[in-house]
C-alpha cells in the first residue's frame, strides 16, 4: 500500500507520524512511504534520514496525502479538511467529541478516520493513547509549577517549599495514565499530592504504588470542592475514551481557589473537565479566569517531539503495518482495533462522539458491513 506521511500543522506541533526506524519496517514490509520535507526535522530527522531508509521525500502536503494510508499524529487541522478523500484511510489522534467541524468535514468527504486514541488493547487499555498520556503527565506538573511563577500570573510558589516552609499543594483529578504520571513527578518536585478518582480498586493501587506519599481521596462534587480550594496547582487528568470529558469544576467552584493558582487541564482536547478551560496553544498557553491561571495547550507532547514521536511511533507501527498489509480486513478481524474507528463512508461510527455532538452514529463493525453489501 502506498502511505503517505505529512508534516503537522498545528502551531509548533513537532512530531511525526514515524521514525526512519519505522520507515524502513514499512518498506521492508512491501510498501512505499512518501513523507513529505521537513516533516520530522523537529523531532530530530531530517529528509535524508528518511532516504536512507527508503521513503520518497516529496515537497508537499498534497503530495503526501495523496496515498491510500495517510498517517499523521494530530488531527487534521481546517487548513487540510480539503484534503480528505472517500478512497483514503485516515490513522491518527482525531479526539472528535470535542470538534464538531472535523467531524462533519471526515463526513462529509467520506473519509475512513481510525483514531489512535480509541483503540483498545486485550485488556481493556489504550495502548496507542497511553504513550502520549505518559508525556502529559509527567509534562503537567513541570509546566505547572513554571507558570506558579509571579511573572507568569502565578502565586508565587515554589511546589518543593524549603526547609521551614511548606511545600506546595498539586492536585490531581484521574488516576488513569496521566494522573498516575502527573502524581510520580510532582512527588520527585517535593509537593503535596493529593488524587482523586471515582474507583476504589484504582485507589488502593495507587496508595500502594505510592507508598503513602499521595493522599488518595474518594472523588464526588464535594471532595473536589474540598480539595480545590487548597490548591496551587490543579491538574485535569479525567479520562472517558472517545467522549466529551465530564466537566468536574464548574466556574462557581473556581471562585474558591486562590488567586494566582495554576489548572493544568490536560483533558482540554476531549473538552476539557475544568468548566472555564479552552484549548489554547505553545504560542499564547494560557488565559486568567476568576483569578486563575488556565493552561490548555491541546498538544502537550509536541512540546518535546523528540521523545514523543519515538514513544509514539513504537506503538503504532504494529498496527500500521495491519492497516497497510490488510486495509479494512485488519480491522475486521480485531474488535479492539475495531473500536477506534470514528468516520466510514460518511457515517460516524463511535457512539461516544455521536452521543458528545449530538449526532446519529452506528456500530463500526455495522458500517463496514454495509459498505460491502
Not at 503517505?4 to 507520524?17: D, L, N, Q, S, Y
Not at 526512519?20 to 534520514?49: F, Q
Request: charged share 20%; aromatic share 4%.
Amino acid at each position: 500500500m502506498d502511505i503517505g506521511i505529512p508534516k503537522e500543522t498545528k502551531p509548533h506541533e513537532g512530531r511525526v507520524a514515524a521514525t526512519p526506524a519505522a520507515v524502513t519496517t514499512l518498506i521492508a514490509a512491501g510498501h512505499r512511504v512518501r513523507i513529505e520535507r521537513d516533516a520530522g526535522a523537529a523531532s530530530g530527522y531530517p529528509d535524508d534520514a528518511y532516504r536512507a531508509a527508503g521513503a520518497d521525500v516529496v515537497p508537499t502536503a498534497e503530495d503526501a496525502w495523496a496515498q491510500r494510508l495517510v498517517m499523521k499524529v494530530k488531527e487534521p487541522t481546517p487548513a487540510e479538511y480539503a484534503l480528505l478523500r472517500a478512497d483514503q484511510i485516515l490513522f491518527t489522534y482525531l479526539h472528535l467529541a470535542a470538534d464538531r467541524p472535523l467531524t462533519q468535514a471526515l463526513l462529509e468527504a467520506g473519509t475512513t478516520a481510525v483514531a489512535y486514541e480509541t483503540v483498545e488493547g486485550t485488556h481493556g487499555d489504550l495502548p496507542l493513547l497511553t504513550p502520549m498520556s505518559e508525556v502529559a503527565g509527567r509534562m503537567a506538573p513541570q509546566v505547572g509549577a513554571y507558570h506558579l511563577e509571579r511573572a507568569l500570573g502565578g502565586r508565587g510558589v515554589l511546589l518543593g517549599g524549603v526547609p521551614g516552609v511548606a511545600a506546595g499543594s498539586v492536585v490531581i483529578l484521574g488516576g488513569g495514565v496521566v494522573g498516575l504520571n502527573a502524581a510520580k513527578i510532582a512527588v520527585g518536585l517535593g509537593a503535596h499530592v493529593t488524587l482523586l478518582d471515582v474507583d476504589p480498586h484504582r485507589l488502593r493501587h495507587l496508595d500502594d504504588v505510592f507508598a503513602g506519599r499521595v493522599q488518595t481521596v474518594m472523588s464526588n462534587a464535594g471532595t473536589i470542592a474540598d480539595a480545590i480550594a487548597h490548591a496551587d496547582l490543579l491538574i485535569g487528568a479525567v479520562l472517558i475514551p472517545g467522549a466529551r470529558a465530564p466537566q468536574l469544576v464548574t466556574r462557581e467552584a473556581l471562585r474558591t481557589m486562590q488567586p494566582g493558582a495554576v489548572i493544568v487541564d490536560v483533558a482540554v482536547d476531549q473538552g476539557g473537565c475544568i468548566e472555564t478551560s479552552r484549548p489554547t496553544t505553545h504560542d499564547h498557553p494560557t488565559h486568567v479566569e476568576e483569578g486563575v491561571l488556565h493552561y490548555g495547550v491541546a498538544n502537550m507532547p509536541g512540546a518535546v517531539p523528540n521523545t514523543s514521536t519515538r514513544a509514539l511511533a513504537y506503538q503504532t507501527l504494529p498496527y500500521a503495518l495491519r492497516l497497510a498489509g490488510e486495509g479494512l480486513d485488519a480491522l475486521r478481524g480485531d474488535e479492539g482495533f475495531l473500536a477506534g474507528l470514528n468516520t466510514h463512508a460518511g457515517r460516524l461510527t463511535h457512539l461516544g462522539v455521536g452521543e458528545a455532538l449530538d449526532l446519529p452514529a452506528i456500530a463500526p463493525g455495522r458500517a463496514l458491513d454495509d459498505a460491502i453489501s
